[in-house]
């Protein structure tokens, strides 16, 4: 039989033995087992899909996890394709002002990029005038691959034509500006865009060097900068405003 005394002498050397323990295990980087509420959290990071057949709409709703990181551009490409042939389209969800949330529609997003830059040709035009069948084709392509929900249509083709009319600031800026006296560089399209053919990129550098585009473009730039000064006026009096209120009376 123990003691009182020596009940309580035990008692404390096993919290010493366990606070010893745990702080080892924290000096060698051991950490304790995830509880039940961090695995919940965890495996419910799931897309919805709807699965559908090649000849009706869908009809059934399942949901499968997807642990992958949400990809960009080309590398989103495997797993839509490999989800057609799954016959599962993501659902894309919106939050309660109907902004697009979520891994679908980020990677739905994604898809139309690649779709807007590979087969909208690249011509110096506007949206407008791109033929109505290639814009059919985006949409019905990304229709296939994803239940878009509120937007549909009229949604997909505006963020496709923002991304072409993105991509052909950022080939302009970066990959033809930069080498106007570089005839090479500029003889064949850039490598990370093998899709992009020659007949078209040797169209387009050409309109991107001619002397409309470049007072065009020099125009633009200079209401960005005056804008930019605008709006740095406006701060500006905004804070003069806020540190002579904040001043005592004095008068």
Known sequence: MFTYKTRVVLSVKMVSQQQTKDSGSKKLGMVAPQDK????????????FASSSAETEPTSQTTISDDSKTGRGMSTMPRVVKRKLQKLRPIVE????????GQAHSEMQSYIGVLARSRVPLVDKKWSQI??????????AVDMAFVVGQGG???VLA?????????KSTLTRHYILPYTNDKEKLSQP?????FIEKAQWDAFVASRLSKDFESVHSQHAQI???????????????LDWRINWRKPCLG
């Open 37 to 48: 509420s961090s695995k919940e959290m965890k495996s419910s990071k799931k897309m919805k």
């Open 224 to 238: 960005r900068e005056n804008s930019s000064t605008i709006i740095d006026c406006l701060e500006k009096d905004m």
């Open 131 to 140: 033929p109505k069948d290639i814009k059919e084709q985006i949409w019905e």
């Open 190 to 194: 850039p490598e990370i865009y093998k």
């Open 94 to 101: 919106y939050n309660k002002r109907g902004k697009g949330i």
């Open 153 to 155: 249509k009229k949604s």
């Open 159 to 167: 963020s496709a034509a923002k991304k072409w009319k993105d991509f």
